[in-house]
């Protein structure tokens, strides 16, 4: 079955950076991008970006240009997103998802990854 | 960006209600909608995409409609697994953009 399991919680401070992981499995890597979505504490969801996990094309949230990297790694089947220049209202959970079939509605989600970001 | 605004963005029922929650885009998105659950401290589950189209194994109680810029998501007969909060997405464009999300509480 397809899983996405996540890199653990994380304690950052301000100013400094984060990279969390999103390893899958089940399913043919390449054939899927893989997109990234922030909660805030009591917050909505907010999306961060995409990546095209077959050529590493990748689309951002414009507030975030600048200061987010995603990458894949085909060998190890695993996605990655870097986020720099911490704030404190970076504090979040992280998720990574990945799409059931066509279009760009959710199915499969990771666990999160709690960030916080605290001085 | 395409807007996303749910509405209630809060509201109190019984088991056995009727609830509707509604979802506005700011500009026409077809049929590239999504309605998603969040329990506390769990990742969103997708119950409907397409604006209509029920995920396998979503209770039938669930059912979603509309299009271009108005939508809605109606539980027919609340259970008690029901009372979470409710996200919208739109999925016809970059940046991908959500609701802010109604949380549905017990009455």
């Known amino acids: 079955q397809v899983q996405l399991v996540q890199s653990g919680a994380e304690v950052k401070k301000p100013g400094a950076s984060v990279k969390v992981s999103c390893k899958t499995s089940?399913?043919?890597?390449?054939?899927?991008?893989i997109s990234w979505v922030r909660q805030a504490p009591g917050q909505g969801l907010e999306w961060m970006g995409w990546?095209?996990?077959?050529?590493?094309?990748?689309n951002y949230a414009q507030k975030l240009q600048g200061r987010v990297t995603m990458t894949t790694d085909t060998s190890t089947s695993t996605a990655y997103m870097e986020l720099r220049s911490l704030r404190s209202d970076d504090t979040a959970v992280y998720y990574c998802?990945?799409?059931?079939?066509?279009?760009?509605?959710?199915?499969?989600w990771g666990q999160g990854s709690l960030v916080t970001v605290s001085s | 960006d395409i807007q996303m605004t749910q509405s209630p963005s809060s509201v109190s029922a019984s088991v056995g209600d009727r609830v509707t929650i509604t979802c506005r885009a700011s500009?026409?998105?077809?049929?590239?909608l999504g309605w998603y659950q969040q329990k506390p401290g769990k990742a969103p589950e997708l119950l409907i995409y397409g604006a209509s189209t029920l995920q396998s194994g979503v209770p039938l109680r669930f059912s979603g409609s509309g299009s271009g810029t108005e939508f809605t998501l109606t539980i027919s007969s609340l259970q008690p697994e029901d009372f979470a909060t409710y996200f919208c997405?739109?999925?016809?464009?970059?940046?991908?953009?959500f609701g802010q999300g109604t949380r549905l509480e017990i009455k």
């Open positions: 500009q026409g998105i077809s049929s590239w």
């Open positions: 990546i095209s996990a077959d050529n590493g094309n990748t």
């Open positions: 997405q739109q999925a016809n464009s970059f940046p991908i953009t």
């Open positions: 089940g399913y043919t890597f390449i054939s899927y991008g």
């Open positions: 998802a990945r799409v059931l079939g066509d279009g760009y509605n959710y199915y499969y």
